[in-house]
């Protein structure tokens, strides 16, 4: 199979090149007539570099397919070699079994190819692959460099996908709070155009099941529509962990931990590397700034499009360890065999310091060469776009205080100023002068003082509306737990009869109100409401039980008939 489309991939970089001078001369001559229109420039430009960065994207995937085809062939010259029916390893019988499925024709070609392909590798040299940096991968060359576990929609081609590494903690975990972040802080648009992989680096697949089972919980139409990817390492990927050496004389905990992450990222990296044009290093306990990832491509592409005169290797996004540091996929190659070679010696953020210090450093010249040379490669963005939420690392007793101070502060509320005039009451006292009224025409949030049972907040419309949707986002992350629990959303038809087949449906309050909704465990409560309910005359939200915290509301959205977003 793989075979036969090797044709069609030739035929497909010929398209390519077709494609990109179809691309590149009709904006050549757009350029030349519009002339002095500087935006309408700007903007073509940044299309060319967009392009040309798929291309390169491509030509890195067309390579990679080169590659496996040339292997494949040298793998056939061998198989057919030591071809032997009674040998039962598993591999090479599966192989064999593969072949002898094949059709007559398919099997000539196949015979053709391995009688050529050892005529041309029996004096060609063999590179290092990465079989060689990490030999125990070769006791299970069937598996170990497949994810155990693997939930994709197969996805590809989209701009940036993140990557986001994740272990076991014996604190909190903030993977869940960390893609809801980041989910939250794009839009439809900027989401079409990414893909989130979430590596879970353990091996003990009931525990990577079950925190990929709360992913789908949570983010089940993520999961559903590819935006969201999880995979795992299977435990053959890695080496025996009591064989490392220990290097930088540091504890042997560490030189694991260490070791362990060099590995970790290299698999994240390979498995995310044909999936989009440019690849984002990220944590699980992070916030992110709302529209950062039409931010960073628009920089990325600003920066291609200088390309040729400041070539850039790494886009920095945030100051701090492994956070937001972009590179393009064409060359990831170089991290992950960088990782490979040196997983054992060093820690990961001084291999990357030390990749981009070999690319440019003159040892004839001083430190400060070294340096400018290499912010030419890594270039910081500012302000940051990402910053720590988490304040224990996944290291046992490493307490991970650092907070990247370009990033600047969170918003503590989400405003919309657009929801549909109302009076607004509450029984629930507010803290100073975070008024429920503030929270709801976008001011501010609110934040009020500890929920009773049979509380409302209540917004009665000035005039009967249609509400579409609603959401409401209580907690913020300087104080996560400040949520609504056992609370409903309700309510109050202005002409539904109560004999309507739509009224039987839901479930009602003793004072007449339909129960649409309620708080989730992460504190949101969001829904269409039914269009059959027309107008409403109110909408409520009933607390049910007493509550240990205060509680805040950091997101109001009404949406009626007239709002678009
Ligand atoms: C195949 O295996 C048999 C029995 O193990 C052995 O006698 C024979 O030499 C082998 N043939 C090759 C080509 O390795
Ligand atoms: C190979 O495997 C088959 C079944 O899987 C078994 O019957 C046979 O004895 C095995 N041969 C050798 C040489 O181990
Ligand atoms: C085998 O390869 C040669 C040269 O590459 C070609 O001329 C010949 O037609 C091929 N034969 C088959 C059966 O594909
Ligand atoms: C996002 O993709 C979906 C499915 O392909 C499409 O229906 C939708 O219109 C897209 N949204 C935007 C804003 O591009
Ligand atoms: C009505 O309430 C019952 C019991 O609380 C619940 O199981 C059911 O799902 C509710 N029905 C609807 C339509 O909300
Ligand atoms: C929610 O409130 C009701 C009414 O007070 C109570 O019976 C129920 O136990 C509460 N549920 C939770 C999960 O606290």
Request: contains cysteine; glycine residues 4%.
């Amino acid at each position: 199979m793989v075979i036969k489309t090797f044709p069609a991939l030739l035929r497909r970089r010929g398209c390519l090149f077709f494609a990109a001078t179809i691309i590149l001369v009709p904006f050549t001559v757009f350029i030349l007539i519009v002339g002095p229109d500087l935006k309408i420039e700007q903007n073509l430009s940044q299309k060319l570099a967009e392009c040309q960065m798929r291309v390169q994207y491509l030509e890195a995937m067309y390579r990679t397919k080169q590659e496996d085809v040339s292997i494949l062939s040298q793998y056939l010259g061998l198989t057919a070699a030591n071809s032997n029916t009674s040998d039962n390893n598993s591999v090479l019988s599966n192989f064999n079994s593969v072949l002898e499925s094949l059709s007559p024709e398919s099997k000539a070609i196949i015979k053709n190819l391995t009688m050529s392909s050892q005529q041309r590798f029996s004096s060609s040299l063999r590179l290092p692959t990465a079989y060689h940096f990490l030999p125990h991968l070769l006791d299970d060359p069937a598996s170990s460099l497949k994810p155990a576990y693997l939930q994709s929609k197969g996805r590809t081609g989209v701009s940036i996908v993140l990557g986001i590494p994740t272990v076991k903690r014996d604190k909190q975990s903030y993977l869940l709070s960390t893609l809801d972040n980041l989910i939250t802080n794009m839009d439809e648009e900027e989401a079409n155009d990414t893909m989130i992989v979430v590596f879970i680096g353990e091996t003990d697949l009931e525990y990577v099941t079950e925190i990929a089972k709360q992913i789908q919980q949570r983010f089940q139409e993520y999961c559903d529509n590819g935006l969201i990817e999880i995979i795992s390492p299977p435990a053959s990927y890695y080496p025996d962990w009591n064989k490392l050496r220990v290097t930088l004389n540091d504890p042997i905990e560490r030189v694991k931990w260490r070791s362990k992450q060099n590995l970790d990222f290299a698999f994240l990296m390979a498995y995310s590397q044909i999936k989009g044009t440019f690849y984002v290093q990220l944590e699980d306990d992070i916030l992110s700034k709302r529209g950062y990832i039409t931010i960073m491509k628009r920089f990325a592409v600003a920066k291609t499009i200088k390309q040729d005169q400041d070539p850039w290797f790494l886009i920095d996004f945030c100051m701090l360890g492994f956070i937001g540091k972009m590179f393009k996929s064409a060359e990831l190659p170089y991290l992950i065999t960088f990782f490979q070679m040196f997983y054992n010696d060093k820690p990961v953020d001084w291999l990357l310091d030390h990749l981009i210090s070999t690319k440019v450093c003159n040892w004839d010249k001083d430190m400060k060469h070294c340096k400018t040379e290499k912010a030419k490669l890594w270039i910081h963005y500012k302000p940051s776009l990402f910053q720590h939420i988490g304040m224990t690392s996944s290291l046992k007793g490493k307490v991970q205080k650092l907070k990247d101070r370009q990033f600047g502060k969170i918003p503590a509320f989400y405003p919309h100023k657009n929801n549909p005039a109302a009076q607004v009451r509450t029984q629930i006292m507010p803290y100073k002068s975070y008024t429920l009224n503030k929270a709801y025409t976008g001011e501010s949030f609110f934040w009020g003082l500890l929920p009773q049972s049979a509380d409302y907040l209540e917004f009665i419309f000035n005039q009967p509306t249609v509400i579409k949707k609603y959401l409401f986002r209580s907690g913020n992350h300087e104080h996560p737990s400040d949520r609504f629990y056992n609370t409903t959303v309700e309510v109050l038809p202005d002409q539904l009869s109560e004999e309507s087949i739509v009224w039987q449906q839901y479930n009602t309050t003793t004072d007449g109100y339909l129960i649409i909704g309620g708080f989730n465990a992460f504190g949101i409560a969001e829904g269409n409401v039914d269009s059959r309910m027309g107008k409403l005359r109110e909408l409520r939200l009933h607390v049910h039980s007493e509550s240990e915290n205060w509680v805040i509301l950091s997101e109001i959205f009404l949406q009626d008939d007239k709002t678009t977003s």
